[in-house]
């Protein structure tokens, strides 16, 4: 009884010292490496004492997988069909990490119905006091089930470049995100991009969405352009494990940091169950 008594309290003290984070993962276009960015956070993350699960909702063109080096035998289809439940469907990745894959070329995934919203919403119940972060993978744009997926979660963490399309992507993505799924907080980082020219974006950026958007945003970093990168995912590794003292792998490595080292937006009780209740009701609402 004693170590039972023991058991429990170490893990509400380590809920506490961990509330729950849910982080979802964008941009406004394809392309930008946000895919490597959420894979190597996630690793990064759970080698700091996270107990990390990262969703792929990239759905219907699904790679999280191949970044990181697993072969998920059951995906998001196998749970949304009723053929797998959500324990069944999480496969262990790199330090640990649990990993919802999603499929990869099947269409019908791409804009999940209402049932299949309450479905996913219904499955993660039981799983809701095993993680301390839940990063979510989203598609880049704007389409319907980036919002349902951003709207679970506190905070958003938008990925751009240094590219002349960057700018008006980023700003399009927070202004529907923060109109239509109520993200309004956001951490920028600049990929591929040297720091003067992620910060330069950042700046153009915020002075439209301070002047226009009710939304939050704070410059996390930049990640430079690294040839270790492609050889990484050629060998299907995570570049912060294959090449830890890669230029990439120590940018990385402090916005992971500057991520965890930071307050997350207060919560709702209820965790990321009661987000998604919330997110269907309002599709409701505007139906």
């Not at 289809?77 to 262990?92: I, Q």
């Not at 039981?126 to 993680?131: A, C, G, N, V, Y």
């Not at 008006?168 to 995100?177: F, P, Q, R």
């Not at 950042?202 to 990168?229: H, M, S, W």
Request: net charge negative; charged share 20%; aromatic share 4%.
């Amino acid at each position: 009884m004693d170590q039972a008594q023991s058991l429990r309290q170490h893990a509400q003290t380590g809920r506490d010292a961990h509330p729950l984070r849910v982080l979802a993962v964008t941009s406004g276009k394809g392309g930008v490496g946000k895919t490597h960015i959420s894979a190597n956070l996630a690793v990064l993350a759970a080698r700091a004492g996270r107990r990390v699960l990262l969703i792929d909702a990239d759905l219907g063109l699904a790679n999280a997988d191949i970044v990181l080096g697993i072969c998920p035998t059951r995906h998001l289809g196998h749970l949304l069909d009723g053929s797998a439940s959500a324990e069944e469907v999480l496969t262990e990745g790199p330090r640990g990490i649990r990993v919802l894959g999603a499929s990869s070329g099947i269409q019908s995934l791409t804009q999940l119905s209402d049932e299949q919203k309450l479905t996913l919403v219904s499955a993660f119940e039981p799983l809701d006091d095993r993680f301390d972060l839940v990063l979510v993978d989203c598609g880049a744009g704007i389409g319907d089930n980036v919002l349902f997926f951003a709207g679970a979660a506190q905070e958003a963490l938008l990925v751009v470049s240094p590219e002349p399309t960057s700018l008006s992507d980023a700003y399009a993505t927070v202004k529907v995100l923060s109109q239509e799924a109520g993200v309004n907080h956001f951490s920028v980082v600049a990929n591929q991009a040297v720091d003067f020219q992620g910060r330069d974006v950042f700046r153009r950026l915020t002075q439209v969405t301070d002047r226009f958007l009710d939304a939050k945003l704070r410059y996390l970093g930049n990640i430079p352009r690294d040839e270790d990168l492609p050889r990484a995912v050629r060998v299907q590794q995570p570049l912060v494990e294959l090449y830890p003292r890669a230029p990439a792998s120590r940018a990385l490595a402090a916005l992971c940091d500057a991520l965890l080292g930071s307050e997350p937006p207060a919560m709702l009780p209820g965790g990321v169950k009661l987000f998604w209740q919330q997110i269907l009701r309002g599709q409701e609402g505007r139906a």
